[in-house]
Protein backbone atom coordinates (compact mmCIF):
# COMPACT_ATOMS: atom_id res chain seq x y z
CA UNK A 1 0.00 0.00 0.00
CA UNK A 2 1.69 3.50 -0.64
CA UNK A 3 0.97 5.94 1.15
CA UNK A 4 0.35 9.53 0.18
CA UNK A 5 1.71 12.64 2.24
CA UNK A 6 0.98 16.10 0.92
CA UNK A 7 3.87 18.05 2.81
CA UNK A 8 6.75 20.63 2.07
CA UNK A 9 10.27 19.37 2.60
CA UNK A 10 12.27 22.38 3.03
CA UNK A 11 15.95 22.30 3.54
CA UNK A 12 18.36 25.15 3.99
CA UNK A 13 21.94 25.30 3.00
CA UNK A 14 23.92 28.33 4.50
CA UNK A 15 27.52 28.97 3.21
CA UNK A 16 28.27 32.61 4.05
CA UNK A 17 25.40 35.13 2.71
CA UNK A 18 24.27 32.08 0.24
CA UNK A 19 21.92 29.60 0.54
CA UNK A 20 19.74 26.91 -1.10
CA UNK A 21 15.94 26.15 -0.29
CA UNK A 22 14.86 23.08 -1.71
CA UNK A 23 11.07 22.56 -1.69
CA UNK A 24 8.95 19.77 -2.79
CA UNK A 25 5.24 19.64 -1.94
CA UNK A 26 4.11 15.85 -2.47
CA UNK A 27 5.93 13.26 -1.80
CA UNK A 28 4.80 9.52 -2.59
CA UNK A 29 6.82 7.00 -0.27
CA UNK A 30 6.13 4.24 2.22
CA UNK A 31 8.25 5.19 4.96
CA UNK A 32 9.47 8.70 5.07
CA UNK A 33 12.81 8.45 7.05
CA UNK A 34 15.46 10.93 5.74
CA UNK A 35 16.03 13.21 2.54
CA UNK A 36 19.76 14.40 1.54
CA UNK A 37 20.92 18.33 1.26
CA UNK A 38 23.98 18.88 -0.89
CA UNK A 39 25.47 22.04 -2.22
CA UNK A 40 26.49 22.31 -5.74
CA UNK A 41 27.90 25.76 -5.63
CA UNK A 42 31.30 27.10 -6.66
CA UNK A 43 34.12 28.23 -4.04
CA UNK A 44 33.35 31.21 -2.26
CA UNK A 45 36.68 32.95 -1.31
CA UNK A 46 36.23 34.68 1.79
CA UNK A 47 39.60 36.01 2.64
CA UNK A 48 41.04 37.83 -0.19
CA UNK A 49 44.75 38.75 -0.57
CA UNK A 50 45.96 42.07 0.20
CA UNK A 51 48.25 44.52 -1.73
CA UNK A 52 51.93 44.64 0.04
CA UNK A 53 54.91 46.51 0.24
CA UNK A 54 57.85 43.95 0.37
CA UNK A 55 61.18 44.23 1.76
CA UNK A 56 63.85 42.64 -1.16
CA UNK A 57 65.58 39.42 0.09
CA UNK A 58 63.16 39.24 3.12
CA UNK A 59 60.07 36.27 3.12
CA UNK A 60 56.19 37.09 1.71
CA UNK A 61 53.44 35.48 1.93
CA UNK A 62 49.82 36.01 0.12
CA UNK A 63 46.51 34.54 1.57
CA UNK A 64 43.76 33.12 0.06
CA UNK A 65 41.13 31.27 1.99
CA UNK A 66 38.37 29.88 0.13
CA UNK A 67 35.12 27.76 0.98
CA UNK A 68 32.97 25.16 -0.34
CA UNK A 69 30.49 22.70 0.31
CA UNK A 70 33.18 20.13 0.38
CA UNK A 71 37.12 20.81 1.05
CA UNK A 72 38.11 17.33 -1.06
CA UNK A 73 37.35 18.66 -4.41
CA UNK A 74 38.39 22.08 -3.42
CA UNK A 75 41.67 23.51 -5.04
CA UNK A 76 43.53 26.62 -4.94
CA UNK A 77 46.21 27.94 -7.76
CA UNK A 78 47.48 31.55 -7.57
CA UNK A 79 48.35 33.89 -10.99
CA UNK A 80 50.82 36.28 -11.31
CA UNK A 81 50.19 39.02 -13.61
CA UNK A 82 47.79 36.70 -15.72
CA UNK A 83 49.88 33.27 -15.57
CA UNK A 84 50.22 30.45 -13.12
CA UNK A 85 52.73 30.96 -10.59
CA UNK A 86 54.28 26.94 -10.23
CA UNK A 87 56.17 25.96 -7.31
CA UNK A 88 60.00 26.92 -7.72
CA UNK A 89 62.79 24.20 -7.99
CA UNK A 90 64.77 25.44 -5.16
CA UNK A 91 61.63 25.97 -3.25
CA UNK A 92 61.72 30.14 -3.38
CA UNK A 93 58.34 29.80 -4.02
CA UNK A 94 55.71 27.34 -2.52
CA UNK A 95 51.54 27.15 -2.22
CA UNK A 96 50.42 25.74 1.08
CA UNK A 97 47.08 25.96 2.88
CA UNK A 98 45.92 28.43 0.22
CA UNK A 99 48.88 30.55 0.40
CA UNK A 100 51.52 31.67 -1.96
CA UNK A 101 55.16 32.18 0.10
CA UNK A 102 57.63 33.72 -1.60
CA UNK A 103 61.08 32.50 0.90
CA UNK A 104 63.63 35.11 -0.43
CA UNK A 105 61.59 37.87 -2.94
CA UNK A 106 63.72 38.99 -6.18
CA UNK A 107 62.50 42.32 -8.02
CA UNK A 108 60.63 40.02 -10.43
CA UNK A 109 58.43 39.15 -7.80
CA UNK A 110 56.66 42.40 -8.50
CA UNK A 111 53.47 42.30 -9.92
CA UNK A 112 49.54 41.56 -9.66
CA UNK A 113 48.41 38.40 -7.82
CA UNK A 114 45.49 36.66 -7.88
CA UNK A 115 44.14 33.48 -6.46
CA UNK A 116 41.51 31.08 -8.29
CA UNK A 117 39.28 28.31 -6.21
CA UNK A 118 38.19 25.62 -8.14
CA UNK A 119 35.53 22.69 -7.63
CA UNK A 120 33.52 20.58 -10.06
CA UNK A 121 30.86 22.88 -9.57
CA UNK A 122 32.85 26.49 -11.01
CA UNK A 123 35.64 28.67 -9.84
CA UNK A 124 36.45 32.11 -8.50
CA UNK A 125 38.85 34.30 -8.58
CA UNK A 126 39.96 36.70 -5.83
CA UNK A 127 40.92 40.59 -6.07
CA UNK A 128 43.87 41.31 -7.39
CA UNK A 129 47.01 42.07 -4.89
CA UNK A 130 49.84 44.24 -5.59
CA UNK A 131 52.87 43.45 -4.59
CA UNK A 132 55.50 46.38 -4.97
CA UNK A 133 58.91 46.52 -3.20
CA UNK A 134 60.77 49.50 -0.54
CA UNK A 135 62.65 51.14 -2.27
CA UNK A 136 66.01 52.00 -0.22
Known sequence: MILFIK???ICYIFIRKYFLLIKNQRIYSQS???YECTANNPPIII???QDILAELDKPMALHCRAEAASLDDLHVNWYKD???VTMDPNARIITEFMA???INTMPQD???YYCVA??????TQSRTAKVQFISM
Open 47 to 49: EQP
Open 7 to 9: TIL
Open 100 to 102: LHV
Open 82 to 84: GRL
Open 118 to 123: ENSYGR
Open 32 to 34: LDS
Open 110 to 112: AGA
